[in-house]
C-alpha cells in the first residue's frame, strides 16, 4: 500500500512543479488561440479602440454553447494558423462557405447592396453575432422571436438611418413600420403574452430574402401576400381562396371601377392589424370596403344601417356582417349569406325574428334607379318634388315678406308702418 502512495507521489510531482491549473500542452504544431484571445491584458490596445479590443476578447465560454461549438477557430480563420503575430491581409471565411442558400439569399437581397457599399445595412454578424451563434430557439438569441423585433428595430427606427434612406412620400410607411408594429395584435401577442407563435418582422419580409414590395419574388408583393399571411392563418386562406375576392385575385379581374381584388393588407394594413373587434378599425369596415365598391357604400349609406353607422355607432351592420368577413360570395352562389335561400339566417343573427318578408328590405335600394326599383322610384320621386315644393312655396313667401317689411320700413321708419295706417 505504502509502495503504491509513493508511486502516486513521484508521478504526480512533475506535475505539481507545473502549477495547479496549467492545462496538458497541446500537440506540437497546434495554435493555442485561447491563450491570447481570452487574455484581456494582453488584448488591450491591439485593435486600437476599446470596442475592437472588445470585439478581439473571445473566451472558451462565448464557444461551448453556440452552435459553432464543434468547430475550430481555423476553420473560419484559416489564414491565422500560423501563430501570432497574425498575417493581416488574411480574411475570414464567408459565412455562405456552409451556408449556401442563406448566403445566395442574403445577396439577392435589399440588403446586400448597401452592405457592401455603404455598410449601413445588416450582414450576417450584425444580425446573429460573431462566436457566440445561438439558435432561434434559445432566449438568448437575436433572432429568437421574441428578440426580433427588437433586432430589427435597431435600424428601421434608428433616425438616421430612416432619415437616410427612407423617401417621406414613397417610402411613408417604412418609415414608421416598428412604431405602428408595436401596437398591433401581432405585437401584443408575442411581447403581453409571450406567443412566440405570433408573427414578427421575419415572418412576413423573411430572414434573408428580403426584397421590396415590387419584387415579384417579395413575400409582402401583391401576388404572394396572401400566401405569406396564411402559414399562420391557414384557414382564412382557404377561405379567402374560394371567394369572390380570391376567384379575382386569380383572375385578374376588376371592379366595375377598375379596382384590383383585395389581398390582406389592404383591410388590415400591413403595420396597423389590430384585432377583428376593435371598435374604431370595425367602424372603419365599411370605408374600407367603400375605397373599391363606391356604388354601393353609396347607397348603404342612404340605409338605416348606413346613417347609424355615419353616427359612429358600432352596432349596426356593416358589410362583414351581411357578406362576411373572407367568404364574400356572390349573391347567385347558392353558397353566399346574401343568397335568397340564406337571408333569412344571416339577417336572423341581429334581428331574431326574422322570416321571409322582412328579408325583402334592400340593404343596397337605388331610389332614383327607375329601373332597379320602379315603386320605390315613384314615392322617391313624390317625396322629391314634395319636398322641393314645400320649401319653394314657404321660401317665396318669407321672401316676399321681407320684401314687404323693408318697403314698409322705408315708408314710413318702421316695420309697423303698414299696420298702423290699416288701423286709423
Known amino acids: ?43 488591450t490596445g491591439k485593435a486600437k479602440t476599446l470596442a475592437g479590443d472588445s470585439a478581439l476578447y473571445v473566451p472558451d465560454s462565448l464557444l461551448h454553447d453556440s452552435r459553432h461549438a464543434k468547430l475550430s477557430c481555423g476553420d473560419c480563420h484559416p489564414g491565422f494558423g500560423a501563430g501570432y503575430p497574425h498575417n493581416v491581409a488574411s480574411k475570414a471565411v464567408a459565412c455562405e462557405k456552409c451556408h449556401a442558400k442563406e448566403g445566395a439569399d442574403w445577396n439577392a437581397s435589399v440588403h446586400a447592396p448597401n452592405a457592401k457599399t ?10 446573429h453575432g460573431n462566436h457566440h451563434v445561438l439558435g432561434k430557439d434559445d432566449p438568448r438569441s437575436p433572432i429568437y ?8 428595430a435597431d435600424c428601421h427606427n434608428n433616425k438616421r438611418i430612416i432619415g437616410k434612406y427612407f423617401d417621406t412620400a414613397k417610402d411613408g410607411p417604412a418609415r414608421t413600420a416598428v412604431v405602428e408594429y408595436e401596437k398591433t395584435v401581432h405585437n401584443m401577442a408575442m411581447v403581453k403574452s409571450g406567443l412566440t407563435v405570433s408573427a414578427t418582422c421575419n415572418d412576413c419580409h423573411g430572414a434573408h430574402l428580403i426584397l421590396p414590395k415590387d419584387s415579384a419574388r417579395s413575400t409582402i408583393s401583391r401576388a404572394n401576400i396572401a400566401q405569406t399571411c396564411g402559414t399562420c392563418h391557414a384557414g382564412v386562406l382557404a377561405t379567402f381562396d374560394s371567394s369572390a375576392h380570391g376567384l379575382a385575385l386569380v383572375n385578374h379581374k376588376k371592379t366595375d371601377t377598375g379596382h384590383e381584388a383585395p389581398v390582406c393588407i389592404d383591410c388590415h394594413k400591413g403595420h396597423q392589424v389590430v384585432a377583428a373587434n376593435d371598435s374604431v378599425w370595425f367602424r ?55 343568397n335568397q335561400a340564406n337571408l333569412v339566417a344571416t339577417c336572423g343573427k341581429c334581428h331574431p325574428g326574422a322570416n321571409a318578408k322582412f328579408v325583402q328590405y334592400d340593404p343596397h335600394a337605388e331610389p332614383n334607379h327607375k329601373a332597379k326599383n320602379p315603386g320605390l322610384f315613384y314615392v322617391w320621386a313624390f317625396m322629391t318634388a314634395l319636398l322641393v ?36
Open 389 to 424: 315644393g314645400v320649401f319653394l312655396f314657404f321660401g317665396s313667401h318669407s321672401v316676399l315678406w321681407l320684401v314687404r317689411l323693408a318697403i314698409n320700413r322705408a315708408r314710413t321708419g318702421s316695420i309697423h308702418g303698414a299696420h298702423a295706417m290699416e288701423d286709423r
Open 118 to 127: 455603404k455598410g449601413d445595412a445588416p450582414t450576417c454578424v450584425s444580425c
Open 1 to 43: 500500500m505504502l509502495a503504491s502512495l509513493f508511486g502516486a507521489l513521484a508521478l504526480a510531482a512533475p506535475l505539481a512543479a507545473q502549477g495547479p491549473h496549467v492545462a496538458p500542452p497541446a500537440p506540437r504544431g497546434v495554435v493555442q488561440c485561447q491563450k491570447c484571445h481570452a487574455d484581456r491584458a494582453f488584448l
Open 284 to 338: 372603419g369596415v365599411v370605408k374600407e370596403c367603400g375605397s373599391c365598391h363606391e356604388k354601393l357604400v353609396e347607397s348603404y349609406g342612404e340605409t338605416y344601417h348606413g346613417q347609424v353607422t355615419a353616427l359612429g355607432f358600432g352596432w349596426t351592420a356593416k358589410c362583414s356582417d351581411c357578406h362576411t368577413a373572407h367568404a364574400m360570395l356572390p349573391a347567385n352562389d347558392p353558397r353566399s349569406s346574401v
Open 145 to 152: 422571436p421574441l428578440n426580433v423585433s427588437r433586432l430589427c
